[in-house]
Every structure is written in structure tokens, then in C-alpha cells.
């Protein structure tokens, strides 16, 4: 893909995300916080893509792997925390 | 196997499903959905990528891979599944730390990529060797920044008093390791050269100022200055000769230093926007990544975050009155101006529980002001319990005022509260709680201090001036539970707890609703 389109994605992405996170209330920053770092964990695929890679120096595959077990924690345990904040909002 | 077609696809159905889990987030009924389509997403585009074409065309063992991940997960819900809620903050500030250190990982391991192990001269593009730069530099902020925000919110940075064991071995422990890390890679890898020192002087630097046992001292805004120019020149040097692996992590290492000197000086009440900034950080960090990558779905979902960070960061700005550069070089103190405690406390007059309990019997509406102290002394429950029984012993209406910075993070006494069953309907904003404070009876404030200091209001000099605060002034009675008259973040005295209907209760606030709730039984 070039770069311009990449840009162009990353631009509108960013007032997409404007528009939607402006609308969740304060009671609901802290599991917005949490879910929206687990969301950010996404660099486990660019992570997983270049620790499968046999081209690379195995000492540069073993960071990209250290890379997956990090961003592993930040996704299972991020959606796994908002998961447990956001049912205490939900019991009446 | 899938073709890079459907991998594609698959990427964006997660970005779709990512945009509805944040959407979602707009109400308490419909978040659990939000945070599931989140759930969603993420394992779509993880098996995508594991099944696809590009995975499978590495050709190296998938199992290692497969280990990390496993490890990873369960490390997560383990600590996901153990953390209290009081503690949110710190698992919170942690977490986009680990993001953070992904991201540089997956640079460094990209640039090896592109160079095939630093040895074979450059293979990727201009765009490409930007986007590997913003990943480490902005990731390695990210993960230093995270860490002393970790460290700050467990309290053992930047203390005078003795550790516990475990926070004394995280201290030193992490220290150990990132100057292991410097001196073995400056002495056992390739030729020693003029990036190595600079890795070793800017891994000292950070060792030495996390060491240090209080938030400021001089010379800490000049390593801020001199850490964010060097960490910009270097990012231009690494992005023109991207194959100098040593010149990398000089980078990696000098925009540590930045990330510790900015998290640092920032404490208490301030921790908030810190939090929410970072968050954001994580966030383009990833995007950076995506960009490594040439890989949408991390770019979207990049944003999103980077996006969600800093309305948060605003928010948490505004409802200080400061602007970011204000918080990140400015001390909070008081001032010259600033009166003298003694003076204002003149008039202070203290309480009893049994006296609580009798205004409380007379009470129609009672507002409840949460702060930190509520949460250090877990006093949520407490706080609910009496809260439920005035609605059901005296058919009181019973409400809480949150204010936006209230806490270590953003919607921190929300969660607190809703973990003790509070319904969220009760839950009011500022605004909302202050356009009819003045028919409230009596106000409790829990563990609060400046954000409801009338001097916000009346005095242009304070430090707070201009802070928007909840009135609990205007209320009929007030009520500070406090355990002494110190002073909050903003180390100013606060005229409230001397007013003609204000009471102060002198206790832990535990303790103190405990005592409450036994007196109103007898009433």
C-alpha cells in the first residue's frame, strides 16, 4: 500500500475516533481507558508477522517475540479488566 | 492458508468491530456488548494473521510464537482477574507501558528485518524508516513514562520512606536491568563506538533520577529539555542512516530519559492527565507500528486510541484549569500569597458520628463528594451501605458529585462506586450535581480536598484559580471526612472546612462511615 493511502486511513481513523469517544460519558473513562489499551495491543500482529519470519537474526526474532508475550498481556488483560469493570455497571 | 486478500478483509471487519466496541462505550447497558465486539475483533485479526499467507511464507516454527502468546494471555488474565479495583490506576498505567515496549520491540525487530540483521545495508522505504523512528521513540517514551507512573501510583518512586520488600526489589530490580541490558549490548556487541556511550550515559541518567527519593530537584527540567532535543535530532539521524543499529538504541535509550524526566515531577492529583496521555502515546505508537508494516488495521486501531487519549487528557486539562505544558513543567505549591493555615482554620469546628447521624434524620437530600482518600482507605462499600440505609431508614434521596480529576485516573471514584453497587444513575457530573447543590441538606465530603476549595472561585492568585470545583459550599451543611487538616495536591489551605456550616468528622474514612452508619441505627 502507499503511503498516501496509509495516511489517509490513519487520518480519517482519528476524527472517526473524535466522534465516537466524545460521546462516552465520565462514568465510563476508567473501562474506556482500559478497553482502548487493550484495543491498542494490535501491534501483536506486527509482533507475531516478524517473530515468524526465519529470515531474521534470530537475536532480532527474540525480541519480536518478547514483543508477542507483551502484547499479549496488554490485549487478554485489557479486555479481561474492562470486562470486569463494565459488569459492576451493569448489576442493578 | 488464506490469501492475503481475505487476510485483509478479516483486518477490517476487526477495525469495524473496534469502532463499535469504543462506540458502545457510550452507555453502561450497551458497554458489555462494546467491550465483546472488542474481544472479537482481536481474535479475527489474530487468527487472520496466524492463518494467513504472509505468517505462513516466514516459514519460521509457529511454536515459539504460540508460547509468547500463551504466556502473554495468561499473565494478563491473571493479573486482570486479582487486581483490586482500588488499584485500577496502577494496572492501568502499567499496561500502556507494555504497549509502549511493543512497539519499540517491533521496530527494532523491523529495522533488523529491513537490513537483514543490521548487515546487509537498507531495504525498506522512506516511509518506513519514519514510521520505525516515531514507533521507537514514541514507544519508548511510552514505556519509561509508564513505568514511573507505575512506580508513583505504588509509591515507591520518588518516597523518602522505607519500602516494602517487593517495591524495593521492583525499584532497584529495574534498575539492575536496564543497566545490565546497556553495558552488555555496549560491550558484547559488535564494536564499541560513540552510540554505545551515549546508551550507557542516558541508561545512568535514568537509573540515577529513579533512585531519587523526592519529585523534584534541580536540574530535572534541564534533563527534560536536553532529552527531548537529543531525542529529535537522534530520531533525524536514525531515520537518514537506519541501518546503524547501535545509533537505534541510542535512541531507543535517550528517549527513555525523556519519558522518566516528564512522568517524574508529576504527582497526585496531576496523575490523571499523566495516565490519560500515555494512554494516547500507546495508542500512536501502534499507529507508528502500522505504518512499519504497512498494515491498516494497526493504523486504525492506532488512532482510535491515540484519538481516545487525548480527549481524555483534555478533559482532565480543562477540568484543571491548566494546559499540559502547565502539568508536565510546572510545580503545584502554595504561594506567597498563599494564607497562612493556622489563619484560615481559625473557625474550624469538629463533629461526631452521633451528631452526623441526627442532621443526617433530618436530611431530604444528601450529596456525596468521593476523593482519593476514599479509595486508599476502600471506603466504597462503606459509603453505599450508609447511603442505602438513609434511603431506606429515612426515605432520604441520596446522590454523588464526581468530579472529573477526582482520583488517580480518569472515571476512577465511578468505578470504586459502581464496584459497591452503586447504580450509575446516582452518579452526578460536576455540572449536573452543582445546578442543584444548593437544595442539598447535607453534603459528605469523602477524602476530597481541592476539588472543592472555594478559593478556585475567589481567589485569582491560588494556585487552583479557576478550577472549576463542585460547590458544596452552597449546600445546606457540609460535612469533611478527613483524617487531619493537611493540606491536598495543590498544598493550599481550604477555607470550606472553616465555613459557618461546615463540620469536619477527623477520621479514616472507613472507619468514619462505619462509625455513621452504627449511629444512624440507633437514631
Known amino acids: ?92 | 492458508m488464506l490469501s492475503q486478500a481475505v487476510v485483509n478483509i478479516a483486518y477490517l471487519l476487526a477495525a469495524v468491530l473496534f469502532i463499535l466496541d469504543l462506540k458502545w462505550m457510550a452507555h453502561p447497558r450497551t458497554a458489555v456488548r462494546g467491550n465483546h465486539a472488542g474481544m472479537l475483533g482481536m481474535g479475527i485479526a489474530v487468527l487472520a494473521t496466524v492463518l494467513g499467507e504472509e505468517f505462513a511464507a516466514g516459514g519460521f516454527s509457529a511454536m515459539p510464537v504460540i508460547i509468547g502468546v500463551v504466556i502473554g494471555a495468561a499473565i494478563g488474565a491473571v493479573s486482570a482477574m486479582r487486581v483490586q479495583m482500588t488499584k485500577m490506576p496502577e494496572m492501568v498505567g502499567i499496561f500502556n507501558g507494555f504497549g509502549g515496549i511493543a512497539s519499540v520491540l517491533v521496530a527494532a525487530a523491523a529495522i533488523a528485518a529491513a537490513t537483514t540483521a543490521w548487515t546487509h545495508g537498507w531495504a525498506g522505504g522512506t516511509q518506513e524508516k519514519i514510521a520505525i523512528v516515531a514507533s521507537a521513540l514514541i514507544g519508548s517514551v511510552t514505556f519509561f513514562g509508564s513505568y514511573v507512573a507505575f512506580g508513583k501510583l505504588a509509591e515507591f518512586l520518588a518516597v523518602k520512606w522505607k519500602l516494602y520488600p517487593w517495591q524495593r526489589a521492583v525499584k532497584l530490580g529495574f534498575n539492575v536491568v536496564i543497566i545490565a541490558s546497556a553495558l552488555a549490548y555496549a560491550f558484547l556487541r559488535g564494536d564499541f563506538d560513540v552510540w554505545k556511550i551515549v546508551i550507557i550515559v542516558s541508561t545512568l541518567v535514568m537509573a540515577w533520577i529513579l533512585m531519587a527519593k523526592k519529585d523534584t530537584f534541580p536540574g530535572l527540567n534541564q534533563i527534560k529539555l536536553v532529552s527531548a532535543l537529543a531525542s529529535l535530532a537522534l530520531a533525524i539521524l536514525v531515520a537518514l542512516n537506519p541501518g546503524e543499529e547501535s545509533m537505534f538504541f541510542a535512541l531507543v535509550a535517550v528517549a527513555g530519559v525523556l519519558g522518566v524526566g516528564l512522568t517524574f515531577s508529576i504527582g497526585g492529583a496531576d496523575m490523571p492527565v499523566v495516565i490519560a496521555l500515555l494512554n494516547s502515546y500507546s495508542g500512536l505508537a501502534a499507529a507508528a507500528t502500522g505504518f512499519v508494516m504497512n498494515n491498516n488495521v494497526l493504523i486504525i486501531s492506532g488512532s482510535l486510541v491515540g484519538a481516545s487519549g487525548i480527549i481524555l487528557t483534555n478533559i482532565m486539562c480543562k477540568a484543571m484549569n491548566r494546559s499540559l505544558v502547565n502539568v508536565i513543567f510546572a510545580q503545584m505549591g502554595p504561594t506567597a500569597d498563599t494564607p497562612d493555615a493556622d489563619e484560615v482554620y481559625k473557625s474550624v469546628k469538629s463533629t461526631s458520628a452521633d451528631e452526623i447521624a441526627m442532621m443526617l434524620e433530618m436530611a431530604q437530600k444528601v450529596c456525596i463528594i468521593p476523593g482519593y482518600g476514599m479509595a486508599v482507605a476502600q471506603a466504597q462499600h462503606a459509603v453505599r451501605d450508609l447511603a442505602g440505609l438513609l434511603e431506606s431508614k429515612f426515605g432520604a434521596e441520596v446522590e454523588y458529585a464526581v468530579h472529573p480529576v477526582a482520583g488517580r485516573m480518569p472515571g476512577h471514584m465511578n468505578v470504586l462506586l459502581a464496584e459497591a453497587n452503586v447504580p450509575y444513575e446516582e452518579l452526578k457530573e460536576m455540572d449536573e450535581s452543582n445546578a442543584t447543590m444548593d437544595s442539598v441538606d447535607v453534603a459528605i465530603v469523602v477524602g476530597a480536598n481541592d476539588v472543592v476549595n472555594p478559593v478556585a472561585r475567589t481567589d485569582p492568585t491560588s494556585p487552583i484559580a479557576g478550577m472549576p470545583i463542585i460547590d458544596v459550599d452552597k449546600a445546606r451543611t457540609v460535612i469533611v471526612i478527613k483524617r487531619s487538616l493537611s493540606p491536598g495536591f495543590a498544598g493550599i489551605p481550604n477555607p470550606l472546612f472553616a465555613l459557618d456550616n461546615s463540620l469536619m468528622f477527623f477520621n479514616d474514612a472507613k472507619k468514619a462511615f462505619t462509625d455513621i452508619i452504627a449511629a444512624v441505627k440507633e437514631v
Open chain 1, 1 to 92: 500500500m502507499d503511503i498516501i493511502s496509509l495516511l489517509t486511513v490513519f487520518v480519517l481513523a482519528i476524527f472517526v475516533g473524535f466522534e465516537v469517544i466524545t460521546k462516552v460519558p465520565p462514568t465510563l473513562h476508567t473501562p474506556l481507558m482500559s478497553g482502548s489499551n487493550a484495543i491498542s495491543g494490535i501491534t501483536l500482529i506486527g509482533a507475531l508477522i516478524l517473530a515468524s519470519s526465519a529470515a531474521l537474526h534470530p537475536a532480532a526474532r527474540l525480541l519480536a517475540g518478547v514483543a508477542v508475550g507483551f502484547a499479549s498481556i496488554n490485549v487478554v488483560g485489557g479486555f479481561f479488566v474492562t470486562g470486569r469493570m463494565l459488569k459492576m455497571f451493569q448489576r442493578k
